[in-house]
């Protein structure tokens, strides 16, 4: 059975899609803990990051560095933070969080709300500056 992920590169679940090429894909997260909380993921399913060969898995760090500029520029922060969990969804994926300190990227409990409109407008903002 496909992974969320991959049910998003098909296009079968919607996303905020901030960047794309051939092989990688950033989309805003929907239950962030930032304002700019952004998941980049190969489109290539595989669960775990370092199970990516190594050609997949540096594309993925220079394709995550090309969105995390962009995100720095589009939402006021000290620094994107950087965070690999990978349980929760059997698809390996990078955590991009805009931070003012260190404990923005620690606590995964606390969301934020954001409505439709509010995730439109960021995504449009985050990939103009990428």
Same mark, same amino acid.
Request: with cysteine; glycine share 4%; charged share 30%.
């Given at each position: 059975?496909?992974? /969320?992920?991959?049910? /998003? ?5 919607? &996303?905020?899609?901030?960047? %794309? @090429? ?6 805003? @997260?929907? $239950?962030?803990? &930032?304002?700019? #909380? ?12 370092? @199970?990516?060969?190594? +050609?997949?898995?540096?594309?993925? +760090? ?11 520029? &589009? ?12 349980? %929760?969804?059997? #698809? &390996? #994926? ?5 931070? +003012? ?7 995964? $409990?606390?969301?934020?709300?954001? @409505?439709?409109?509010?995730?439109? $407008?960021?995504?449009?903002? /985050?990939? %103009?500056?990428?």
């Amino acid at each position: 059975m496909a992974s /969320i992920f991959t049910k /998003i590169v098909k296009g079968e679940i919607p &996303a905020y899609k901030v960047a %794309e @090429d051939e092989n990688y894909l950033a989309f805003l @997260d929907i $239950s962030p803990v &930032a304002r700019g #909380h952004t998941l980049v993921i190969p489109k290539k399913e595989v669960d775990y990051l370092f @199970d990516l060969d190594d +050609q997949l898995y540096a594309g993925l +760090q220079l394709f995550a560095k090309k969105v995390a500029t962009g995100l720095n520029k &589009a939402v006021p922060c000290k620094k994107v933070g950087v965070l690999v969990l990978g349980l %929760e969804v059997p #698809h &390996a #994926h990078i955590h991009l969080i805009p931070m +003012q300190d260190e404990t923005d990227v620690l606590n995964f $409990s606390e969301k934020i709300r954001m @409505d439709k409109e509010e995730f439109e $407008s960021l995504r449009i903002e /985050i990939s %103009e500056k990428i």
